[in-house]
Nanobody, 122 residues
């Protein structure tokens, strides 16, 4: 699976942004899709995941109530809607594909995109 993220940028604190991740190369609906983020010098951390069917989701505590993950299998795309953004959300955001129902660990993912950068200004 090839993954390409879109939608990063510069946003003011309190604002919203939607990230997209387009997949190609394999059958998209076979994979659970997740979003992780990474700040330079730190490990990549889990943000959100959606199951193959879209019927199950999971979020990191830092994302609950503010972020929503969704998928459109017709477009082979997974989204991350981010609201009430905070400066601490600043990071490079990566989408990944995993064959587990719900993957929350980096090593559970088989494919990764190149990342898209989000900067939240205070």
């Amino acid at each position: 699976v090839q993954l390409v993220e879109f939608g990063g940028g510069l946003v003011q604190a309190g604002g919203s942004l939607r990230l997209s991740c387009a997949a190609s190369g394999h059958i998209f609906s076979w994979y659970g899709m997740g979003w992780f983020r990474q700040v330079p010098g730190k490990e990549r951390e889990f943000v959100a995941v959606i199951s193959r069917s879209g019927g199950s989701t999971a979020y990191a505590d830092t994302a609950k109530g503010r972020f929503t993950i969704s998928r459109d299998d017709a477009k082979n795309t997974v989204y991350l809607q981010m609201n009430s953004l905070k400066p601490e959300d600043t990071a490079i955001y990566y989408c990944g594909a995993c064959r587990l129902l719900i993957g929350t660990r980096e090593n559970e993912y088989d494919f990764w995109g190149q990342g898209t950068e989000l900067t939240v200004s205070s």
